[in-house]
């Protein structure tokens, strides 16, 4: 209650200061302008743009692989979707032009193939990253936070066609009048090409196929009024084998999907007002063993938001947001959760989950100068679903920058989200998350220092499985990272992160998977305009944490051994290192633009396990690995 007595009186504070800083200006005759940008900009530890995710080599052209080479991302599956500081990517959101877009990755799966976002770079204008303390003027987040905005000012035409080991794409990019343009894309990704060429790595990979089709349209109807429409559909499959507990058998899976995200922008003076809607439909089966699931899931989400410059020195955004699920489920799954064999015991689930929730929020933002930057927010629960727990989350966040080199920021607040539903969980329930962290940054031409230090408690279920389930984490973290250029060619980066994470029950802690002692990530960049730009990505830290199998039991119901754990991750896999290699050549034809690319991942072939499985009895243990050396060469066409 102290605590919200302290935003609430902020708050007052701040608008009072901007009647006075807004009397002042107005004796002044000032013009003061809304800012486009989100009104907690300031507060993002990372912003990109598409050429900075260009750029990065190891970010493949992906904005969300880009992400993973930061210190502060967690990522230890060696996927796309975003876990920061030691946060669930399922507590974490991507936002996109202000719409949340759940599950914003393709299959995921162990040999690292296909981890790649659902949204293309091209479309990028700019990408903002909060590792943690994510900002209120969104919601559903309790972790991290990435938000993505699309392009806006006219673009240049062109049509780019693309062809790779395993992908055939094409996009153009169309003016439509002066101010009005479209981007359309698609691609169709197949597996017997690289298959072929890398069979000894991906021995368990059957095939994989992927059709997508993206369109982003942005129309500026008068100087104040313009309109984005997103539409995505993606329809995927793949077939693996795979490895759990003591069974082995293949994995098939199928999803069809399609997203669609509108903004409506409306610009004054010193106001800014969207409409953000989306609507995301999605089909999905997956079969392995005697498990056949198949759900059917829609999501709505209609946000209003108002931001207002009152003055030069303080901002304010308020709004309210407001989403409905539904997930019908018919699935025929394992009666034992540890016997998965296709005559072994099973029970039928329909079943259908819905769910909404309706979130108003304020964020305001005061500025007395140019070095000194405070928010606050509040963002409340109201007319609440059967069962759901009322919540007020709120934060505080200080920026501090005394010149052009230096930053410092300091947050902290409580934050609430919704589990995602998933295989384990089938209801929406609230987790909470206390977080505190100071974040401080170094900039000029030649080097850049960043380091930070934070502490984050966690509430509501934690649920890895069907045997490890917890509701209680407490993590505390430092990361330190610098990047300096050794010539006009070579330019070197290198950080580390420290991650203490616990499972709290009751007076007692244990290991999480992500309890780190390290997370080393390096990079050596070599850019050359006249021949080519190459780098070498390097990763390492110890092996993922598990809970040890110690006995089984035969169990007669199930005509299986069903095993007997040991203490929670009280084992750890071997040490984890990774070195890829990628490179590109840019040469032109005319007036075409064309650039061949190569790339080796996990180089040395290093074997890095995923998990671990088990023979029919438990007696003996093994690991499930992740990617190994992948050879992947194409080009790309812009003319």
Do not use: C
Not at 48 to 65: C, E, G, M, T, V
Not at 164 to 170: M, R, T, V
Not at 230 to 235: L, W
Not at 516 to 539: C, D, G
């Amino acid at each position: 209650m102290k605590t919200l007595l302290f935003i609430f009186n902020l708050l007052i504070f701040s608008f009072v200061q901007a009647q006075q800083d807004s009397l002042q200006i107005n004796q002044l005759e000032e013009v003061i302008i809304v800012k486009k940008d989100p009104i907690s900009e300031k507060f993002a530890v990372k912003k990109l743009n598409s050429l900075d995710i260009y750029f990065n080599p190891a970010a493949n052209a992906d904005p969300l692989k880009a992400i993973t080479t930061l210190p502060a991302s967690t990522n230890t599956d060696e996927s796309a979707n975003p876990s920061l500081r030691g946060g669930s990517p399922y507590r974490s959101r991507v936002y996109l032009n202000g719409s949340p877009v759940l599950n914003p990755v393709r299959f995921s799966r162990n040999d690292g193939l296909g981890n790649f976002s659902l949204f293309n770079t091209e479309l990028i204008d700019k990408q903002y990253v909060y590792s943690s303390n994510p900002p209120l003027n969104f919601g559903n987040s309790s972790a991290g936070l990435v938000e993505i905005e699309t392009k806006t000012q006219p673009i240049s035409e062109f049509t780019q066609l693309s062809l790779a080991l395993s992908n055939i794409g094409l996009m153009r990019n169309q003016k439509l009048g002066k101010n009005n343009f479209t981007q359309i894309y698609t691609n169709y990704q197949f597996s017997d090409a690289i298959i072929g060429l890398n069979r000894k790595s991906l021995d368990q990979l059957h095939h994989f196929s992927t059709f997508d089709l993206g369109a982003n349209t942005h129309l500026k109807i008068n100087k104040t009024l313009s309109f984005n429409t997103f539409n995505y559909f993606i329809d995927e499959k793949y077939s693996v084998l795979n490895r759990s507990l003591n069974f082995l058998g293949d994995v098939e899976a199928f999803k069809k999907r399609f997203f669609s995200v509108n903004n409506l922008d409306y610009f004054t003076q010193k106001t800014k007002i969207r409409w953000a809607s989306m609507v995301d439909f999605s089909h999905s089966e997956f079969k392995f063993g005697n498990i056949d699931s198949k759900v059917k899931n829609i999501q709505f989400f209609n946000g209003l938001s108002f931001k207002t410059q009152f003055s030069r020195a303080f901002s304010m955004q308020y709004g309210v947001d407001a989403s409905v699920f539904r997930y019908h489920y018919n699935e025929v799954l394992p009666q034992f959760y540890f016997s998965l064999k296709p005559e072994s015991p099973t029970f039928t689930n329909q079943k259908t989950t819905d769910f909404f929730y309706v979130e108003p929020y304020v964020y305001a933002n005061y500025s007395p100068n140019n070095q000194w930057n405070f928010s606050s927010a509040l963002r409340k629960n109201i007319f609440l679903h059967k069962n759901t727990e009322s919540f007020t989350s709120y934060q505080f966040s200080a920026n501090y920058t005394p010149n052009n080199e230096h930053r410092l920021i300091f947050s902290a607040g409580k934050y609430h989200s919704y589990t995602t539903p998933n295989y384990i969980i089938r209801n929406f329930n609230t987790l909470s998350s206390h977080q505190i962290a100071l974040d401080y940054s170094f900039e000029n031409e030649k080097f850049n220092i960043s380091t930070s230090v934070y502490f984050k408690a966690d509430k509501g279920d934690i649920v890895t499985n069907h045997y490890e389930q917890f509701d209680k984490t407490q993590t505390f973290g430092s990361e330190a990272s610098v990047d300096f250029k050794l010539n006009h060619q070579f330019s070197f980066s290198i950080s580390n992160t420290f991650l203490n994470q616990k499972y709290a029950i009751g007076n007692q802690k244990y290991n999480t998977p992500l309890n780190l002692k390290y997370f080393i990530k390096s990079q050596l960049i070599y850019k050359n305009p006249k021949w080519f730009t190459a780098s070498l990505v390097f990763a390492t830290r110890p092996g993922n944490r598990f809970t040890p199998v110690q006995s089984a039991v035969f169990n007669p119901q199930a005509n299986d051994f069903q095993p007997i754990f040991g203490d929670w991750y009280s084992a750890e896999m071997p040490h984890y290192k990774r070195l890829d290699f990628s490179a590109n050549r840019l040469f032109f034809i005319g007036k075409t633009a064309v650039i061949g690319f190569v790339s080796v991942n996990n180089l040395l072939n290093f074997n890095n396990s995923a998990s671990v499985y088990y023979n029919s009895n438990y007696t003996n243990l093994h690991y499930n690995h992740l990617q190994k050396r992948i050879f992947y060469f194409g080009t790309m066409v812009r003319f």
